[in-house]
């Protein structure tokens, strides 16, 4: 197994920390703080698709640290540029990593996972995983993400991969008193000092990052590659300088112009908010059939009207969606579901109940470009309801949507456990959903088909639903909830 180290003597539910030396580099006895691991990244230059490539990163807890080197063969690593040094007092290094090798950080402790370009086998999605640390939730005895962390960890997975949401501690909903852009619309934005405006005693945290995410996932990031999909918690007006200064998949490195993938300074004004930084899908192309198609939504208001020309955007990039697909089939992993409905009851009209089925961006851009998802798209996988929901259509053409908010925020509800949806962007539907914490298992076959559990992390037998794509062309379910 892999293993990540921390550097320092602190500790965090679920967890337990190790203490090494940093770089020889280091003053002598000096301890840091670090965390290793490696992103899937699409390898042309433009950051679409291309090759399978993967980025090791390095995150040391003191800035101006030299970056360290990967052996065998003591590689170089480079610095990634730091968005803001007084807030992100830390050092972030990277490296292209080898596919089909196992490497490791010279001087800290530090194994980093094997990559494979095949399909792969084992995979574990994880979604909204942060936590509020306010009246509404207790990180410290009502936060599961590192319990659940360390259970998907067991399972060694081939894959990783995060529907967005990672930080919440730091991304509150106001800033002195006036209202975050968080995708939609804001009637009032007149604060002297906005959220990464770049004099705002406000900005993007790695402390937040720290303790939301890095801590907790340590033993995940240990076992597999990432992918990473970024949340509306990482809009640029919340903690998107972290995103993509630590998560972007894309660098310099592979040939990518950086100021595609960075946020702009957010300066104070009216609203729109209107500095907005929109990441083209990629597709992560694995041998023997699967692409994976990752599309940053977190700019799609969950609103009928966007604020800004998030729909035409939007329209432009479905419509080059099957230009991406490279292998037999695809999934699409993205923040905010394009089917999504929140119910509270057995049955529910979409098209007369405003803000209740998601996400009508989406639903625009799709029907103005292809009228539907390619063919070839046989599983959209999304968050940000906080909760597990199995969309299912009853007409042919359309795939079944999974929803895996569960990874550690407070849930969203109460839930209905079978529910039927009109009029669900021009379709009917129904599906499953249940408000419990988990992370889901997936086992991928080398013909596409694929069976799925989410599991609550108490142990490895707790089986909140099993899934599958045969359960779904037999019985017009895609989910079955266990009632465990």
């Given at each position: 197994?892999?293993?990540?180290?921390?550097?320092?003597?602190?500790?965090?539910?679920?967890?337990?920390?190790?203490?090494?030396?940093?770089?020889?580099?280091?003053?002598?006895?000096?301890?840091?703080?670090?965390?290793?691991?490696?992103?899937?990244?699409?390898?042309?230059?433009?950051g679409s698709s291309g090759p399978l490539q993967a980025l090791a990163r390095v995150v040391i807890a003191a800035p101006s640290e030299p970056c360290p080197k990967l052996s065998p063969g003591h590689r170089p690593m480079t610095?990634?540029?730091?968005?803001?040094?007084?807030?992100?007092?830390?050092?972030?290094?990277?490296?292209?990593?080898?596919?089909?090798?196992?490497?490791?950080?010279?001087?800290?402790?530090?194994?980093?996972?094997?990559?494979?370009?095949?399909?792969?086998?084992?995979?574990?999605?994880?979604?909204?995983?942060?936590?509020?640390?306010?009246?509404?939730?207790?990180?410290?005895?009502?936060?599961?993400?590192?319990?659940?962390?360390?259970?998907?960890?067991?399972?060694?997975?081939?894959?990783?991969?995060?529907?967005?949401?990672?930080?919440?501690?730091?991304?509150?909903?106001?800033?002195?008193?006036?209202?975050?852009?968080?995708?939609?619309?804001?009637?009032?934005?007149?604060?002297?000092?906005?959220?990464?405006?770049?004099?705002?005693?406000?900005?993007?945290?790695?402390?937040?990052?720290?303790?939301?995410?890095?801590?907790?996932?340590?033993?995940?990031?240990?076992?597999?590659?990432?992918?990473?999909?970024?949340?509306?918690?990482?809009?640029?007006?919340?903690?998107?300088?972290?995103?993509?200064?630590?998560?972007?998949?894309?660098?310099?490195?592979?040939?990518?112009?950086?100021?595609?993938?960075?946020?702009?300074?957010?300066?104070?004004?009216?609203?729109?908010?209107?500095?907005?930084?929109?990441?083209?899908?990629?597709?992560?192309?694995?041998?023997?059939?699967?692409?994976?198609?990752?599309?940053?939504?977190?700019?799609?208001?969950?609103?009928?009207?966007?604020?800004?020309?998030?729909?035409?955007?939007?329209?432009?990039?479905?419509?080059?969606?099957?230009?991406?697909?490279?292998?037999?089939?695809?999934?699409?992993?993205?923040?905010?579901?394009?089917?999504?409905?929140?119910?509270?009851?057995?049955?529910?009209?979409?098209?007369?109940?405003?803000?209740?089925?998601?996400?009508?961006?989406?639903?625009?851009?799709?029907?103005?470009?292809?009228?539907?998802?390619?063919?070839?798209?046989?599983?959209?996988?999304?968050?940000?309801?906080?909760?597990?929901?199995?969309?299912?259509?009853?007409?042919?053409?359309?795939?079944?949507?999974?929803?895996?908010?569960?990874?550690?925020?407070?849930?969203?509800?109460?839930?209905?456990?079978?529910?039927?949806?009109?009029?669900?962007?021009?379709?009917?539907?129904?599906?499953?959903?249940?408000?419990?914490?988990?992370?889901?298992?997936?086992?991928?076959?080398?013909?596409?088909?694929?069976?799925?559990?989410?599991?609550?992390?108490?142990?490895?037998?707790?089986?909140?639903?099993?899934?599958?794509?045969?359960?779904?062309?037999?019985?017009?379910?895609?989910?079955?909830?266990?009632?465990?």
């Amino acid at each position: 197994m892999a293993m990540t180290r921390w550097l320092v003597a602190v500790s965090v539910v679920g967890v337990a920390l190790g203490m090494v030396t940093s770089p020889a580099s280091a003053a002598p006895g000096k301890k840091l703080e670090a965390y290793g691991y490696v992103v899937l990244a699409p390898g042309s230059s433009d950051g679409s698709s291309g090759p399978l490539q993967a980025l090791a990163r390095v995150v040391i807890a003191a800035p101006s640290e030299p970056c360290p080197k990967l052996s065998p063969g003591h590689r170089p690593m480079t610095p990634r540029t730091n968005p803001n040094p007084t807030t992100f007092a830390v050092t972030v290094c990277e490296a292209v990593y080898p596919i089909g090798e196992s490497l490791h950080v010279d001087g800290l402790g530090i194994t980093l996972p094997k990559v494979s370009s095949k399909q792969p086998e084992k995979i574990i999605v994880v979604g909204d995983t942060g936590c509020l640390n306010n009246s509404d939730q207790d990180c410290k005895t009502e936060w599961p993400f590192p319990a659940l962390a360390k259970a998907a960890a067991s399972l060694h997975p081939d894959l990783v991969i995060h529907l967005g949401d990672y930080n919440y501690r730091g991304t509150p909903r106001t800033v002195n008193g006036q209202q975050v852009y968080n995708g939609c619309a804001v009637t009032s934005y007149v604060s002297q000092n906005p959220e990464n405006d770049p004099g705002s005693t406000s900005w993007d945290r790695w402390e937040n990052w720290r303790d939301d995410f890095f801590r907790a996932a340590a033993p995940l990031l240990e076992e597999a590659p990432w992918v990473f999909t970024r949340g509306n918690h990482e809009l640029c007006s919340q903690a998107g300088p972290g995103y993509f200064f630590f998560l972007d998949p894309h660098s310099t490195l592979l040939g990518q112009d950086p100021a595609l993938f960075q946020c702009p300074a957010q300066v104070n004004g009216s609203a729109p908010f209107p500095n907005l930084t929109f990441v083209a899908p990629y597709a992560l192309p694995f041998d023997k059939g699967l692409s994976l198609v990752v599309m940053d939504s977190a700019n799609a208001c969950d609103n009928p009207t966007p604020v800004t020309n998030a729909l035409a955007i939007y329209t432009a990039q479905f419509a080059g969606l099957p230009d991406l697909i490279q292998g037999q089939y695809a999934w699409l992993a993205t923040h905010r579901p394009i089917w999504g409905v929140r119910v509270n009851q057995p049955s529910v009209d979409c098209a007369a109940s405003s803000g209740t089925c998601l996400n009508a961006v989406l639903h625009e851009a799709i029907q103005a470009s292809l009228g539907e998802l390619p063919p070839a798209v046989t599983l959209p996988l999304a968050g940000h309801m906080h909760l597990f929901e199995a969309v299912n259509f009853d007409t042919v053409g359309r795939p079944p949507q999974l929803v895996i908010g569960t990874g550690g925020v407070a849930l969203a509800g109460t839930s209905v456990t079978d529910f039927t949806a009109d009029n669900l962007d021009g379709q009917d539907a129904h599906g499953v959903q249940l408000n419990d914490f988990g992370f889901f298992e997936i086992h991928l076959h080398h013909d596409g088909q694929w069976k799925g559990r989410l599991l609550d992390g108490k142990h490895r037998g707790d089986v909140l639903a099993d899934c599958g794509s045969k359960e779904f062309s037999k019985s017009g379910s895609v989910c079955k909830l266990t009632g465990k």
